[in-house]
């Protein structure tokens, strides 16, 4: 049958790149905030209104105190990322949140120095569905390996000076080094690096995994800076010292056509009209592998599916939008044909 055009032979040659497969058996300590997925409940109070009238010209951390599940710590607050900071687009900046004395054991803070949230990007329901689908795109990457980066939903309310500024949904990223020793790796400080540096399998599963969420806007070989690698992209390996066998994991997924934020714009150098349309942008040297990691994708289309599905808060139609979206990259992946037109016909 055409749909089921992959031979099982060159699967089975490829099962040992099959990506995810070569650091499973090494994972280790996961950090308490990303044990569990149940929903926090968090209030941030600090200068925040000033924070995100500033954030398009400033990062600067402002101390502040968060109080969870019992606890409470002081903390400095900041605001960060480079597009979301601007004025036009975000009326309220994604934060970094650092907390200047280490949280103890019993912490659900425990080993968290400087922690990413995402927040909304304006005061509106809207603006929270776009959290959601961002969060969702992390936990699609969860399902599929385990070298990503997890994250942890919550409700949020931020106070300045007495006064509940808002109460919205955002969600906690875990840190890279966090990762890297669940992972028993390490994380991996290096500038501009050549393809050949990449473990090809999780570099192929990255690549495929960045087309099913029509995301263009990352890098996994070079930074905005070539002294500074990667473009929203961490890259894991055996030690820090290690250049050859890295493994990339994405993150920042608010340009991708399955978030689709309303401040998204089309990658200028791709003329693409809409961040919906996919473009892959995976190189050439993974072809060999795709076949394979694309069987493996039409395996887990059930649990894919299902963590959309499953997604807390979600609205019904942010649901069907995505699962829709999702079912647009299952018909690229269909058969040999769309499979080279899209795929591996326009790889780099």
Known sequence: MENRWLFLGVAGALCAAVPGSAHQGAAGEVTPLFADDSIIVVTLTGPVRGIARRAQRSTKPHDARLDAAGESHAITLAARGKSRRERDK???????????????????????GRIKLVTHCRDVDAAE????????????YNRITAESLRVRLARIRYVDDGEVVATRLGFFIEDGDDAARRLGMKEIDTGEIPVASLDQGDAARYALFQYM??????????????????????????????????????????????????????????????????????????????????????????????????????????????????AGFYDDIGNSETFKARLTGRCR
């Open 90 to 112: 975000c009326r309220f900046p994604p934060l970094r949140i650092a907390f200047p004395d280490k949280p103890g054991k019993q912490s659900l803070f425990y080993r968290q």
């Open 129 to 140: 569905q776009t959290v959601l689908r961002e969060y969702a795109a992390y936990r699609l």
């Open 213 to 326: 969420i029509g995301n263009t806007d990352w890098s996994m070989v070079i930074g905005p800076q070539k002294s500074d690698c990667c473009h929203n992209s961490r890259l894991l390996g055996a030690g820090r010292s290690a250049r050859t066998g890295l493994t990339p994991v994405p993150y920042d997924f608010d340009a991708a056509g399955l978030v689709d934020a309303i401040y998204a714009e089309p990658n200028e150098r791709l003329k693409t009209r809409s961040v919906k349309t996919r473009v892959y942008r995976g190189f050439c040297a993974f072809n060999a592998l795709l076949p394979a990691e694309a069987d493996r994708l039409r395996t887990l289309r059930p649990q894919l599916e299902a963590e959309l599905a499953a997604t807390p808060y979600a609205s019904a139609t942010t649901k069907q939008e995505m699962l829709s979206y999702l």
